[in-house]
């Protein structure tokens, strides 16, 4: 099986994080109020990536990787490159996909995506008492206020900005990518998740075993819409009494005007229970299974900063020839600092980027983000004590189906000396963005 991963979002954006603002970062942010000195500057690709699926394995090889974006740019392979050599390529590609995760995966596909289904739904069915809230309130709880103290630190569009300091895209950059997610998106055919899949190829007739994310999403994705449908049922005994329903049409109203929620695709109407259990579907699924499936892998993907770096500070240009020193080039030269002895930046920091641990910032950021929730899909049974009660009893006992399913299939993974996947355990995925 091939497949190809291409960075396309990146390529034209710029290199130096500081072009966040027309003009120098803040012209008084520098030493003696001066502009502020690029004194590490950062770098990044926008990749091509080829692989192909061994089956026999189940693993994913990499074929060839491709850098720059010139018509007579190198390809690099394991074959032609130093064992070094292709190493140094592959952190590059690594780097890429961390900032295409970290700011479009996670931020802007989730957090930021599910910011205006909270406001609407707070204007209309919450400040109606509708049923319904009451299975939206779980999708809902505590991440507004994560939003905005995200605003004011990772990307807050001022000097001292961690997106700055850990991304080589910028935090003005970071929003040029969000915003070039956001005009493609539609909710239905970005959100759903066997939408989603077959937009990237990944059709139900495309078999790659180990991919578990789709095989524990798709169990999630599937008992989500059983709850959706009979928590429905319980609300509204016809469509009639749905397409009569001022409140849920004001919601469906204010989510998909332009000028108010501006969600593409979603419904600007409500006529039928089915549709109605869709969008329950759908945003559950959002704040739920794929926000965990972004967020709490990070600690194991990011904790060693060299295996999946947010930045690096050297470009291939300036690697040795011999690929005997390149390995050293990179801890030196190339990985986020441990320790930096720059005065201004050591002066100037905030809390999110310490005195003098680049690298260590990063690490105790993902660590804050994987914090366990004490919301998770499974423990919400005093939540729908007046209204759904039938319905999420019937959907814990699914829940537990799957996640005695997952942790059978662990346990033989483990036994097999391969890493378990864990995140889409119900028993571990919130039913909010609470982190």
């Known amino acids: 099986q091939l497949l190809f991963v291409s960075y396309d979002d990146l390529a034209d ?9 027309p003009l120098p970062m803040n012209d008084a942010s520098g030493p003696d109020g001066g502009p502020a000195p690029q004194v590490h500057p950062k770098f990044f690709y926008a990749p091509i990536v080829a692989l192909t699926y061994d089956y026999d394995k189940d693993e994913l090889d990499v074929l060839g990787i ?8 190198r390809v690099y392979t394991k074959n032609t490159c130093g064992e070094n050599e292709w190493l140094a390529v592959k952190c590059q590609v690594i780097a890429a996909d961390s900032n295409m995760h970290e700011w479009v995966s996670h931020l802007g596909n989730t957090h930021l995506t599910m910011e205006p ?8 069915l919450r400040q109606a008492r509708h049923p319904l809230y009451t299975f939206l309130r779980q999708t809902s709880r505590d991440t507004l206020v994560l939003n905005w103290a995200a605003r004011g630190s990772l990307v807050k569009y001022d000097a001292n900005a961690f997106g700055d300091y850990q991304s080589p895209v910028g935090v003005g950059q970071v929003m040029q990518l969000i915003n070039k997610m956001w005009s493609r998106y539609s909710f239905f055919e970005s959100t759903g998740l066997p939408n989603e899949l077959a937009s990237r190829g990944f059709t139900e007739d495309v078999q790659i075993p180990a991919y578990l994310y789709r095989e524990d999403g798709m169990k999630l994705w599937n008992a989500i819409g059983g709850f959706a449908t009979d928590f429905v049922d319980e609300v509204f005994d016809s469509d009639e009494a749905v397409a009569s329903d001022e409140v849920v049409q004001e919601w469906a109203k204010e989510t998909a005007d332009p000028d108010k929620g501006a969600v593409k695709g979603f419904p600007t109407s409500f006529e039928d229970k089915e549709t109605v259990a869709k969008v329950l579907q759908t945003i559950m699924w959002m704040t739920s299974g794929l926000h965990a499936a972004v967020n709490f892998p990070q600690y194991e993907e990011y904790g060693y900063v060299p295996h999946k770096p947010l930045h690096l500070r050297a470009d291939l240009s300036t690697m ?10 990179m801890f030196e030269n190339m990985f986020p600092h441990i320790n930096t002895d720059d005065d201004w930046l050591r002066e100037s920091a905030n809390t999110l980027v310490t005195d003098e641990h680049a690298a260590i910032d990063s690490l105790a950021m993902v660590h804050l983000l ?8 499974d423990n919400l049974s005093d939540r729908f004590e007046r209204v759904g009660t039938e319905a999420y009893d019937k959907f814990l006992k699914n829940l537990n189906v799957i996640s005695e399913e997952i942790e059978a299939r662990n346990d033989e993974a483990e036994k097999a000396n391969k890493a378990p996947y864990i995140y889409l355990n119900p028993s571990n995925v919130p039913s909010s963005i609470d982190i």
Do not use: G
Not at 13 to 21: A, D, E, G, I, S
Not at 370 to 377: M, R
């Open 117 to 124: 289904h909270i406001i609407a739904i707070y204007n209309t």
């Open 66 to 73: 491709q850098l720059e974006r010139t018509d007579d740019a």
């Open 13 to 21: 954006l710029k290199v130096n994080p500081h072009q966040m603002f």
């Open 320 to 329: 040795p020839e011999d690929d005997a020193e390149i390995r050293e080039w």
């Open 370 to 377: 994987t914090t366990p929730s004490e919301s998770c899909l």
